[in-house]
């Protein structure tokens, strides 16, 4: 297969994740505010395979031979930028992540959750939830500067 319908695959998967990353947040944002659970894990798991689209793809675009190639990446400012508010998302997913995990844990083993975590950390994951998405559109907008080469870093 020729290279540009590669890349222009790899650029389509890395759209539709971005999509789904906005979607899972914010059908996670709406489920803390309605605090339902179900539909939090569901939202989450949007999220979750968001991610994986967004980092398998990105890898494969800034690494493999389909794109600028890594050179022009690693020269570019803007990229730095925009793996900063990537480790920020990541960094702030933690607590989400382990809250969920253990809830699910709970969940599948079919004993409730306890009424004063769910008050205690839903607020939580909705404002860290909220946050993340103002911070993934600081992301597309790096990821816009670093597309046209701008703040490119001169040697």
């Known amino acids: ?13 890395h759209m539709l994740g971005l999509g789904l990353a906005f979607l899972g947040l914010f059908q996670r944002i709406r489920a803390c505010y309605e605090m339902r659970t179900k539909r939090i894990f569901a939202a989450d798991n949007i999220w979750g395979i968001s991610a994986i689209l967004l980092v398998g793809s ?3 675009r800034a690494f493999l031979p389909y794109e600028k190639g890594s050179a ?5 400012f803007s990229f730095y930028m925009k793996m900063g508010f990537f480790l920020i998302i990541f960094v702030l997913e933690i607590f989400p992540m382990i809250i969920l995990i253990r809830w699910r844990i709970i969940t599948i083993k079919g004993k409730p959750l306890e009424t004063k975590h769910l008050n205690r950390y839903i607020p939580v994951i909705r404002n860290i939830s909220f946050l993340q998405a103002i911070l993934l559109i600081g992301l597309i907008l790096s990821a816009s500067l ?6 490119m870093i001169q040697n």
């Open 58 to 60: 990105g890898l494969m």
């Open 72 to 76: 022009f990446y690693l020269q570019n």
């Open 1 to 13: 297969m020729n290279n540009l319908y590669i890349s222009a695959i790899l650029s389509t998967i």
């Open 146 to 151: 670093m597309a046209r080469g701008i703040w």
